[in-house]
């Protein structure tokens, strides 16, 4: 997703932050062993004499000095791990602090990519703008019921719910999409942010669109030439996000730019084998006549079909307010 450099001026001084934050618990942590253990601060400052002197005789021509550098830096190496162990500190307690491992807190890789911790930063500033966040604190496994269905169809939803969590326990190791569909108000898109929530608690970066938001912004810049920058990072975030869900998809104007830009999408995250969880009122012959062949052929071989029965649970919870 695209950001403002306001936007991303704010996620990175976050980033400095942790850094500052991360610094001064280790110059305390520091200072708590010198004070408590007097012979590791001296040991401290004997390997910078140490090296100072052998690096000295290296450059007079010393052959041996770096081997005993070596050596004696090891020993000495050995003497502070003990010294931690008998006051009881834990073997890494001087050891560098950083929030993320993987870039040490700077938001990008050794390679100059962006760390998986960026993205995630970005998705959810993006989600606190669009109200997502909030919906996702209604919407998730913890409100779940299943009073609104009986008979078939809740065997049908339990059934669902048991692929669902086998497609989020597997989501790290097997790449693989859903295809939500059924008749109005049966739950897919309320178990659409089920999934998002659960991911995102994992680290997972989740886009979210429905059908027409996702159309509208591609048309936009797809037209608009001059802003290629900010186009080429949208798609960049659209296609290597590590789940894209596109909800409701059949109610926007569908048209031959639209199936395009839907089988471009679709085509481009199975080419970087990046799932996506479709959410749509059609039935399966609604979706063949409404889109392109390849599209429905693409959804029906590569997708997990889940077919959504029952009542519609919105009147039903209307109905159940009003008494």
Excluded: W
Excluded at 249 to 270: D, P
């Amino acid at each position: 997703m695209s950001i403002t450099n306001t936007q991303y001026n704010s996620i990175m001084h976050k980033y400095d932050a942790a850094q500052l934050r991360n610094r001064r618990i280790q110059a305390d942590r520091q200072e708590e062993v010198y004070t408590r253990i007097p012979e590791y601060a001296a040991i401290e400052r004997q390997i910078s004499s140490l090296c100072v002197g052998k690096c000295r005789k290296m450059l007079e021509g010393d052959d041996l000095a770096l081997e005993e550098m070596k050596k004696e830096l090891h020993a000495l190496s050995d003497r502070k791990a003990t010294l931690l162990k008998e006051y009881s500190f834990p073997a890494d307690y001087l050891e560098p602090l950083y929030d993320c491992a993987d870039c040490h807190d700077t938001g990008y890789l050794p390679d100059g990519s962006r760390c998986h911790c960026l993205k995630q930063n970005i998705i959810t500033l993006l989600y606190e703008q669009s109200n997502l966040k909030d919906i996702l604190e209604k919407e998730n496994f913890a409100h779940l019921t299943t009073d609104y269905y009986s008979g078939e169809d809740f065997v049908n939803y339990q059934q669902i719910l048991d692929k669902i969590h086998k497609f989020i326990s597997d989501f790290k190791t097997t790449y693989q999409n859903l295809f939500f569909y059924g008749t109005v108000g049966t739950g897919k898109s309320f178990l659409s942010n089920c999934i998002a929530k659960e991911l995102i608690d994992q680290g997972h970066s989740v886009i979210y669109f429905s059908a027409s938001q996702l159309f509208e912004t591609l048309s936009q810049y797809t037209f608009d030439r001059q802003n290629r920058e900010t186009s080429s990072a949208f798609l960049s975030d659209l296609y290597d996000c590590d789940l894209l869900i596109i909800d409701d998809l059949g109610a926007e104007c569908t048209n031959r730019l639209t199936s395009t830009e839907l089988f471009g999408c679709i085509n481009e995250r199975a080419l970087r084998q990046k799932p996506v969880l479709i959410s749509s009122n059609l039935q399966l012959a609604e979706l063949s006549e409404r889109y392109s062949e390849r599209i429905f052929s693409r959804i029906t071989s590569n997708y997990q079909l889940l077919k959504f029965t029952g009542p519609d649970i919105r009147i039903l919870q209307k109905i159940a307010h009003r008494k």
